[in-house]
């Protein structure tokens, strides 16, 4: 039987995962098509805190989450340093009810699941792990320590380097151009070197895809968001302890080398705020570093 040809269009986290997925499949032969350099792009600025708890995902979603940090952790179990895995723990704070009711749940998942995870209440306890942290207001904590965060550009090259073994095909700085098409079915692209057929073809172009998507005759409702970002140099050039990934309701927080980053939270964000969401254009956006005004409407 013919295998079927997937080609995909990406090469950050998202293609370069479903990419090594697909390579384990004898039934499949799969490409995939990077403009630029393997977890370039927004991969490049994900913060990784892939953690045991995470506010961002509804408890109910518990599957998904630690199907992702188990896969991340097999990684570096295989080869470490693989995934960039730096084991800080989290610590989740309350400031209500509510939230302290979804860390305890949070808490119990984590714990049945054979991780070392608490819900702390005593304050002094909790600046036992963050010492520098103002407890004012804060009803308690949800501690796991045995996440922290990971590298996506490292995760994505080493996933393409487990690709390549499969025997898939990977294409660095080769620019998807146009989307064949016969009737309303896709049945190939066209990159900046040649053309190719394909069975199927995936978007995982990210902060592309409402336009790659064009190519095709779709209008993707895809909005982008962007969250204030900035870093803390702490006044001593080292801090005395480690620190871990920190979560407020509306931002968190994680160690950049010797500083510390701390970024908006994406759910608190207003998508009727120019500031927080739009369409951008995607290639004014550097492949790493900061990012400017890059909003086109």
């Known amino acids: 039987m013919a295998k079927k040809k997937v080609g995909i269009i990406g090469g950050g986290i998202v293609g370069t995962v479903l990419g090594y997925n697909l390579s384990l499949y004898d039934s499949v032969d799969v490409t995939l098509f990077e403009k630029d350099q393997i977890g370039s792009g927004t991969t490049a600025k994900s913060a990784g805190t892939v953690c045991l708890f995470d506010d961002s995902l509804p408890n109910k979603f518990w599957d998904v989450r630690l199907y992702g940090f188990q896969t991340y952790m097999n990684l570096e179990k295989e080869d470490k340093g693989s995934a960039g895995f730096d084991n800080t723990g989290t610590l989740v704070l309350a400031t209500d009810k509510k939230v302290e009711e979804s860390i305890k749940t949070g808490i119990a998942l984590a714990t049945a699941a054979g991780y070392k995870a608490e819900y702390l209440t005593d304050h002094d306890k909790i600046n036992k792990i963050l010492p520098d942290l103002n407890l004012n207001g804060i009803l308690g904590a949800g501690w796991t320590r045995d996440d922290g965060y990971f590298d996506p550009t490292m995760a994505s090259n080493t996933f393409v380097k487990k690709m390549r073994a499969n025997g898939a ?129």
């Open 169 to 297: 095909k990977v294409f660095t700085t080769t620019k998807v151009e146009k989307i064949n098409m016969h009737g309303n079915k896709v049945t190939g692209i066209e990159t900046n070197n040649r053309s190719y057929n394909f069975d199927v073809v995936v978007d995982a172009s990210g902060p592309w895809t409402r336009f790659t998507g064009r190519m095709a005759g779709l209008e993707l409702p895809i909005w982008h968001t962007k969250a204030e970002a900035f870093f803390l140099t702490p006044p001593k050039k080292k801090l005395d302890y480690i620190f871990p990934v920190l979560k407020y309701p509306r931002f968190y927080a994680r160690r950049e080398g010797d500083n510390i980053f701390i970024c908006k939270a994406h759910l608190t964000m207003d998508l009727n705020d120019p500031m927080h969401a739009g369409i951008w254009d995607p290639d004014k956006l550097q492949p790493t570093g900061g990012t400017d005004e890059y909003f086109l409407e």
